[in-house]
Nanobody, 123 residues
Framework: EVQLVESGGGLVQAGGSLRLSCQAS????????IGWFRQVPGKERERVACMYSGDGTTYYADSVKGRFTLSRDDAKNTMYLQMNGLKAEDTAVYYC????????????????WGKGTLVTVSS
């Protein structure tokens, strides 16, 4: 059973930085897609960034390009989302998401979800 456990959310001032972590377990292959989505109450969940473990291909939503960076530590089975230059509109619950196929995940068809971690950016 795949499990995704997020950590690192919190309160930060606009312009500040946070790093989210997602520890993954249970993937039966070393080739899988993993990423972040976020959701504001009353709005649809939206994609933020995704990575394919096989070749490191990474996609970012236009709204976060140049500010957010994905990385991973394979020894720890952990993916990180470094968020710099945070804006009030980045406030949301951030969910770690996983699946077997990269474009499927990027398209929002997610096989596995974490429970989410709240990021609040004060202006």
């Amino acid at each position: 059973e795949v499990q995704l456990v997020e950590s690192g959310g919190g309160l930060v001032q606009a312009g500040g930085s946070l790093r989210l972590s997602c520890q993954a377990s249970g993937f039966t292959s070393d080739r899988y897609a993993i990423g972040w989505f976020r959701q504001v109450p009353g709005k649809e969940r939206e994609r933020v960034a995704c990575m394919y473990s096989g070749d490191g291909t990474t996609y970012y939503a236009d709204s976060v390009k140049g500010r957010f960076t994905l990385s991973r530590d394979d020894a720890k089975n952990t993916m990180y989302l470094q968020m710099n230059g945070l804006k009030a509109e980045d406030t949301a619950v951030y969910y770690c998401a996983g699946g077997r196929f990269f474009l499927k995940l990027w398209g929002g068809d997610v096989d596995y979800w974490g429970k989410g971690t709240l990021v609040t950016v004060s202006s």
